[in-house]
């Protein structure tokens, strides 16, 4: 179990975590959006901008939102640790029970989990869902490899629609050689 110095010491860290978060969240209005500036583009008028600069407007806007939204995530788990400490249950695993180790704590004072049960957060198994698509081939349960549609597959559906290769593109330079009848390839000239 912790100690009351130990635990004093967390919670200043964790104090001191949340006002530096506090600071660098915006306020209830965005930054962006004021009457004067049309969309938050921080322009007068939307009107003849180019559509790159619109993009990239776009693009910061949505970046600055994720940022935002993973410090008031970062923000909601410090809440959550400042209320443990409150409850007398900071340092408590809440899979296990068990109590998590000081030097857990000291790495990632707003934790709710020792690290046998980290894991469990879902962050190290959150894959990204492209990534069922581009892998050739997986495991079922029973460890039995079970081929899938690959690049391999994707090349072969869409170059039957057609490709941009040439006859100049043909490697045994076959492509030009003129037959006895004026025509190339099977294509009349």
């Given at each position: 179990m912790l100690t009351t110095n130990q635990i004093n010491e967390q919670k200043n860290k964790l104090l001191s975590m949340k006002e530096e978060i506090e600071q660098t969240l915006p306020g209830g209005q965005n930054e962006?959006?004021?009457?004067?500036?049309?969309?938050?583009?921080?322009?007068?008028?939307?009107?003849?901008?180019?559509?790159?600069?619109?993009?990239?407007?776009?693009?910061e806007r949505e970046k600055d939102a994720a940022f935002n939204n993973n410090s008031r995530e970062h923000l909601n788990h410090i809440e959550t640790a400042l209320t443990a400490i409150?409850?007398?249950?900071?340092?408590?695993?809440?899979?296990?029970?068990?109590?998590?180790?000081?030097?857990?704590?000291?790495?990632?004072?707003?934790?709710?989990?020792?690290?046998?049960?980290?894991?469990?957060?879902?962050?190290?198994?959150?894959?990204?869902?492209?990534?069922?698509?581009?892998?050739?081939?997986?495991?079922?349960?029973?460890?039995?490899?079970?081929?899938?549609?690959?690049?391999?597959d994707a090349w072969d559906a869409a170059s039957d629609h057609g490709t941009s290769q040439t006859p100049s593109d043909d490697s045994s330079n076959q492509g030009y050689n003129e037959d006895t009848q004026g025509k190339i390839r099977g294509r009349a000239w």
């Open positions: 962006t959006e004021t009457p004067e500036r049309a969309e938050g583009t921080g322009e007068l008028s939307s009107y003849s901008n180019h559509p790159g600069d619109e993009a990239t407007e776009l693009f409150e409850e007398g249950t900071y340092g408590i695993c809440e899979i296990c029970g068990e109590p998590i180790s000081f030097k857990r704590l000291e790495a990632v004072p707003e934790t709710r989990r020792c690290i046998e049960h980290a894991d469990s957060e879902g962050i190290l198994n959150d894959r990204a869902v492209e990534e069922d698509v581009i892998q050739s081939s997986v495991k079922t349960r029973d460890n039995r490899e079970e081929v899938i549609f690959d690049r391999e």
